[in-house]
C-alpha cells in the first residue's frame, strides 16, 4: 500500500530519494541547505523527495530552542519537500547516545508538535517504547528502522524483524545491513522482495558499502520505496550522490 506524505507518494513508482541532513550548527546548516539547492534543485528535474534530518550530528538536540531553529530553517527553506526526523543512535551507525528518556522526549516533541512528516524509531528501543510513541502521533508518519553496520543477519531473520515492525504499528518498515560478502547482499534483496508479499506497507532496504550499492538503485525491483542520496557530506557508506542515483533509477523506467 502506497503512502502520502504531502504531494509525495511513497511506495509507488520508482523509489523515491532522500537526502541527509548532517549539519552540527546553524552556520552549517544554512550552508548545507543551499548546498543541497544547487546540486538537487538544478534546471530540470529535481533529484530530491524528500530530506532527512539526522539529528543526532546537530549539537543542541537536547535543548529545544535550539532543535527547534533547526526544524524552522529546515522547513524555510525547502516548505514543500516531506522532512524525516531522525536520531540515529552510535550502536546503529549514529553520531552518539541518548538516554532512553531523552530519546523518548525529543521524538515526543516531533510527534506533539508535528514538526516532521515522517519519524524514524529505531526497532530495538524497545516494544514499550515504540508503543508509547506510536500513541502520541497525530499525521507524522512512523518508520520503525534497523541498522547493522557489522554484518547481514540471515534472511529469515531480516523478515522477522521487519514483521515485527509491521505488528508494532510502523507506517514504513526500514532495514540496513553490512555485507561481508557478495551473497549478503542477495540475501538483503530476497529478504525484501519476500517482505513485499508480506505486507501492504512501503518497505525500504539496503546493503551498506561498495559491495551494496547495487541495492541503492534497484528498488523498483526488488520493492525497496525509499534510497538515501547524499549532496555532499553522506550519512552512511555507499550513498550515491543524489543526482546520479536518480539517473540510475531513471534506467529502471525505460
Same mark, same amino acid.
Given at each position: 500500500?502506497?503512502?502520502?506524505?504531502?504531494?509525495?507518494?511513497?511506495?509507488?513508482?520508482?523509489?523515491?530519494?532522500?537526502?541527509?541532513?548532517?549539519?552540527?550548527?546553524?552556520?552549517?546548516?544554512?550552508?548545507?541547505?543551499?548546498?543541497?539547492?544547487?546540486?538537487?534543485?538544478?534546471?530540470?528535474?529535481?533529484?530530491?523527495?524528500?530530506? $532527512?534530518?539526522?539529528?543526532?550530528?546537530?549539537?543542541? *538536540? +537536547?535543548?529545544?530552542?535550539?532543535?527547534? !531553529?533547526?526544524? #524552522? /530553517? @529546515?522547513?524555510?527553506?525547502?516548505?514543500?519537500?516531506?522532512?524525516?526526523?531522525?536520531f540515529?543512535?552510535?550502536?546503529?551507525?549514529?553520531?552518539r547516545?541518548?538516554?532512553?528518556?531523552?530519546?523518548?522526549?525529543?521524538?515526543?516533541?516531533?510527534l $506533539?508538535?508535528?514538526?516532521?512528516?515522517?519519524?524514524? *524509531? +529505531?526497532?530495538?528501543?524497545?516494544?514499550? !517504547?515504540?508503543? #508509547? /510513541? @506510536?500513541?502520541?502521533?497525530?499525521e507524522?508518519?512512523?518508520v520503525?528502522?534497523?541498522?547493522?553496520?557489522?554484518?547481514?543477519?540471515?534472511?529469515?531473520?531480516?523478515?522477522?524483524?521487519?514483521?515485527?515492525?509491521?505488528?508494532?504499528?510502523?507506517?514504513?518498515?526500514?532495514?540496513?545491513?553490512?555485507?561481508?560478502? +557478495?551473497?549478503?547482499?542477495?540475501?538483503?534483496?530476497?529478504?525484501? /522482495?519476500?517482505?513485499?508479499?508480506?505486507?501492504?506497507?512501503?518497505?525500504?532496504?539496503?546493503?551498506?558499502?561498495?559491495?551494496?550499492?547495487?541495492?541503492?538503485?534497484?528498488?523498483s525491483?526488488?520493492?525497496?520505496?525509499?534510497?538515501?542520496?547524499?549532496?555532499?557530506?553522506?550519512?552512511?557508506?555507499?550513498?550515491?550522490?543524489?543526482?546520479?542515483?536518480?539517473?540510475?533509477?531513471?534506467?529502471?523506467?525505460?
Open positions: 500500500m502506497a503512502l502520502k506524505i504531502k504531494e509525495l507518494t511513497i511506495g509507488e513508482g520508482r523509489p523515491k530519494i532522500c537526502v541527509p541532513i548532517t549539519a552540527r550548527k546553524e552556520e552549517e546548516l544554512l550552508e548545507q541547505l543551499e548546498g543541497i539547492r544547487a546540486a538537487c534543485f538544478k534546471e530540470g528535474e529535481a533529484c530530491a523527495d524528500l530530506l $532527512e534530518w539526522r539529528a543526532d550530528f546537530w549539537e543542541g *538536540i +537536547e535543548k529545544e530552542e535550539s532543535r527547534r !531553529t533547526g526544524a #524552522k /530553517l @529546515i522547513r524555510q527553506t525547502f516548505p514543500e519537500l516531506p522532512l524525516l526526523f531522525t540515529r543512535s552510535r550502536i546503529e551507525g549514529g553520531e547516545e541518548l538516554s532512553t528518556q531523552a530519546y523518548e522526549e525529543i521524538c515526543s516533541w516531533v $506533539e508538535e508535528e514538526q516532521a512528516e515522517l519519524l524514524d *524509531i +529505531e526497532l530495538f528501543t524497545g516494544k514499550h !517504547t515504540i508503543q #508509547k /510513541l @506510536i500513541k502520541r502521533k497525530k507524522t508518519a512512523i520503525l528502522s534497523n541498522h547493522d553496520f557489522e554484518k547481514t543477519p540471515p534472511k529469515k531473520e531480516l523478515v522477522r524483524r521487519m514483521e515485527e515492525m509491521d505488528r508494532l504499528g510502523a507506517d514504513i518498515l526500514k532495514m540496513a545491513v553490512m555485507p561481508q560478502k +557478495e551473497r549478503d547482499v542477495l540475501t538483503l534483496l530476497e529478504a525484501a /522482495l519476500e517482505m513485499k508479499q508480506l505486507t501492504k506497507k512501503p518497505v525500504v532496504t539496503m546493503s551498506m558499502g561498495k559491495m551494496g550499492l547495487v541495492s541503492r538503485i534497484c528498488g525491483t526488488f520493492g525497496s520505496a525509499i534510497t538515501f542520496g547524499s549532496a555532499g557530506r553522506p550519512s552512511a557508506p555507499g550513498q550515491i550522490e543524489a543526482g546520479k542515483l536518480l539517473e540510475a533509477l531513471q534506467l529502471f523506467e525505460m
